[in-house]
């Protein structure tokens, strides 16, 4: 993985995070609300459509730190948030919210029904950030935990979680492994059976990429690594990774006020 380009994009606050989606790259963050955009591939660089969507009900901020959009097909939205409880010691919740995305695109909030269940992830360690991933056939919504200490990538049963009130509720967590530190988000690619650790190296600096065979690991209970890219000159925090069109080119987002989106380079 090589970085290729930084360009600086406006009006996302501290940008949480990227996700590619037929054809269209939503870039969340958490402005003075939660907030997605939505951006065009033209020639070799992002152009903002115009759209935009607040994570909002009733004028009042929900999803109000944006972390990991799971959307597969025709199953359940599903969006994380991490809320802090106690800023001394460092406490948080974290929310699963599963929300209605053809209603949130068509109205630009989540008034009108388009939030359809709050879901507190108490199976987590620290945080949350749903991606879906492919098992044995099935799909699974897959999180993971931003510490440094006991970290795991779980599997969530969507069609159990969607209805949940908790996480730790029964039939919710399927699988898990054990990873490293400090995971910001993932990103699943099925063609390879990989999933991608997007994470830092220390808390809150630096970027690693460790990309995981996700069934040697489910069936090890721990994370099976299959290469690590740390090679980047950056100490900024790495929140969000996504793949464009192909393998072969990517994006990578920050939480830095300048040069939030890198364009990266992959060579298989």
């Given at each position: 993985m090589s970085?290729?380009?930084?360009?600086?994009?406006?009006?996302?606050?501290?940008?949480q995070?990227?996700?590619w989606?037929?054809?269209?790259?939503?870039?969340?963050g958490d402005?003075e609300?939660?907030m997605i955009?939505?951006?065009?591939?033209?020639?070799?660089?992002?152009?903002?459509?115009g759209?935009?969507?607040?994570?909002?009900?009733?004028?009042?901020?929900?999803?109000n730190?944006?972390?990991?959009?799971?959307?597969?097909g025709?199953?359940?939205?599903?969006?994380?948030?991490s809320?802090?409880?106690n800023?001394?010691?460092n406490?948080?919740?974290?929310i699963?919210?599963c929300?209605?995305?053809d209603g949130?695109?068509?109205?630009?909030?989540?008034?009108?029904?388009?939030?359809?269940?709050?879901?507190?992830?108490?199976?987590?360690?620290?945080?949350?950030?749903?991606?879906?991933v492919?098992?044995?056939?099935?799909?699974?919504v897959?999180?993971?935990?931003?510490?440094?200490?006991?970290?795991e990538?779980?599997?969530?049963?969507?069609?159990?979680?969607e209805?949940?009130?908790?996480?730790?509720?029964?039939?919710?967590?399927?699988?898990?492994?054990?990873?490293?530190?400090?995971?910001?988000?993932?990103?699943?690619?099925?063609?390879k059976?990989?999933?991608?650790?997007?994470?830092?190296?220390?808390?809150?600096?630096?970027?690693?990429?460790?990309?995981?065979?996700?069934r040697r690991?489910?069936?090890?209970?721990?994370a099976?690594?299959?290469?690590?890219?740390?090679?980047?000159?950056?100490g900024?925090?790495?929140?969000?990774?996504?793949?464009?069109?192909?393998?072969?080119?990517?994006?990578?987002?920050?939480?830095?006020?300048?040069?939030?989106v890198?364009?990266?380079?992959?060579n298989?």
């Amino acid at each position: 993985m090589s970085l290729s380009r930084s360009v600086t994009v406006d009006s996302l606050g501290a940008c949480q995070g990227i996700s590619w989606l037929n054809g269209k790259a939503y870039l969340y963050g958490d402005r003075e609300v939660g907030m997605i955009r939505e951006f065009e591939w033209k020639g070799d660089s992002l152009s903002y459509t115009g759209h935009e969507y607040k994570l909002t009900m009733h004028d009042t901020d929900v999803i109000n730190h944006p972390t990991g959009l799971a959307v597969h097909g025709h199953m359940p939205v599903f969006m994380g948030n991490s809320v802090i409880l106690n800023k001394a010691t460092n406490q948080w919740k974290a929310i699963i919210y599963c929300i209605d995305w053809d209603g949130l695109r068509r109205t630009g909030t989540l008034d009108g029904g388009n939030l359809k269940n709050v879901i507190e992830d108490d199976a987590c360690i620290q945080g949350t950030r749903p991606e879906y991933v492919e098992y044995d056939h099935k799909w699974y919504v897959a999180t993971a935990d931003y510490g440094n200490r006991a970290n795991e990538v779980r599997l969530y049963d969507p069609k159990v979680l969607e209805h949940a009130s908790k996480t730790s509720d029964k039939g919710v967590v399927y699988k898990k492994f054990t990873c490293g530190p400090w995971v910001q988000n993932m990103q699943w690619i099925p063609e390879k059976n990989l999933l991608v650790l997007i994470q830092n190296q220390i808390e809150g600096r630096k970027w690693q990429f460790t990309y995981v065979d996700l069934r040697r690991s489910l069936a090890s209970g721990k994370a099976e690594v299959v290469k690590v890219a740390d090679g980047f000159d950056r100490g900024d925090e790495l929140e969000g990774f996504s793949f464009l069109s192909s393998l072969s080119k990517g994006v990578a987002v920050t939480s830095s006020r300048r040069g939030n989106v890198n364009f990266i380079d992959i060579n298989w």
